[in-house]
Nanobody
Framework: QVQLVESGGGLVQAGGSLRLSCAASGSIFGISTMGWFRQAPGKQRELVATITSDGYTNYADSVKGRFTISRDNAKNTVYVQMNSLKPEDTAVYYC????????WGQGTQVTVSS
């Protein structure tokens, strides 16, 4: 079992920045890829960004150039730096990781006001 705990969400004005963190604990040795997804009200959960244990990254087109995902393997933590935030970035952001199965965090709310 892997436990994921997110932090760093909140309310920010359009154009502002936030940094989300997600710490993994438990059976962490099998973790390969980690990342972030988000779900806005009335919409499906969607990919934000992922990063492999080797540091290869993948981003949704909607966040490329604005968001940066990073990972500290020694701390078992993944981050996403979110800059130039837009109202359409408002969503619950979920941390995710993959071992032999998918694990999800509890989610953290990000609200961007116009």
């Amino acid at each position: 079992q892997v436990q994921l705990v997110e932090s760093g969400g909140g309310l920010v004005q359009a154009g502002g920045s936030l940094r989300l963190s997600c710490a993994a604990s438990g059976s962490i040795f099998g973790i390969s890829t980690m990342g972030w997804f988000r779900q806005a009200p009335g919409k499906q959960r969607e990919l934000v960004a992922t990063i492999t244990s080797d540091g290869y990254t993948n981003y949704a087109d909607s966040v490329k150039g604005r968001f940066t995902i990073s990972r500290d393997n020694a701390k078992n933590t993944v981050y996403v730096q979110m800059n130039s935030l837009k109202p359409e970035d408002t969503a619950v952001y979920y941390c995710w990781c993959m071992t032999s199965r998918n694990y999800w965090g509890q989610g953290t709310q990000v609200t961007v006001s116009s």
